[in-house]
């Protein structure tokens, strides 16, 4: 069995050095200041642990990074907010699935209300049949003895993604588009 390589390793931060990162970063992904700042931060665990030194000496240039992807209009938490609510809300996730997912990723708790506030009265029941729909739960399960018997299992099926008792229970009693 051959060895591995042994690992590069991590370079010398610097500002610069952290800009391009967090340029190329936001090149492949979209992601709010805070999960970025998250990303940077491993990147300078990693070099400060082989290279010596604080974390804290470069929380200055990672804050000066991210101020200046901000003011050129790369990263912007409002605009990905309302951007990833919307996605969410049309791949069938509940309002409280999409507060949960977007809060682990360090948008803010505000934002993401504001955003939530902007979907229609009946936006968790659409979401809940676009999930169900997905998932052939409900009505779009294809053979009605198997619907049946397994009403409960669809339920909680629902209930896991954070769909109301009232919503689930709608969804499933519905008809199929």
Known sequence: MSERPPRRPPKKIT???????????????????EHLKR?????????????????ADHEPALEQVIERLQQAGMLDDERWTHARVGDLHRRGASKRAIQSKLGMKGAPRAMVDYAL?????DADLSAARVYAKRRRLG????????????????????????FSFDVARRVLDGEAD
Do not use: N
């Not at 506030?117 to 009265?121: C, F, G, I, K, R």
């Not at 779009?140 to 409960?152: A, F, G, S």
């Open 139 to 162: 009505p779009w399960c294809l053979d009605e003895d198997e619907r049946k018997e397994r009403r409960q299992k669809h339920l909680a099926a629902l209930a896991r993604q954070g």
């Open 39 to 55: 990303v940077l931060r491993r990147r300078i665990r990693k070099s400060v642990a082989h290279h010596g030194g604080e974390v």
């Open 15 to 33: 500002a610069p050095y952290l800009e391009r990162v967090a340029v190329h970063y936001l090149q492949r992904y979209t992601a709010p200041s």
């Open 117 to 121: 506030s902007l979907l229609d009265a």
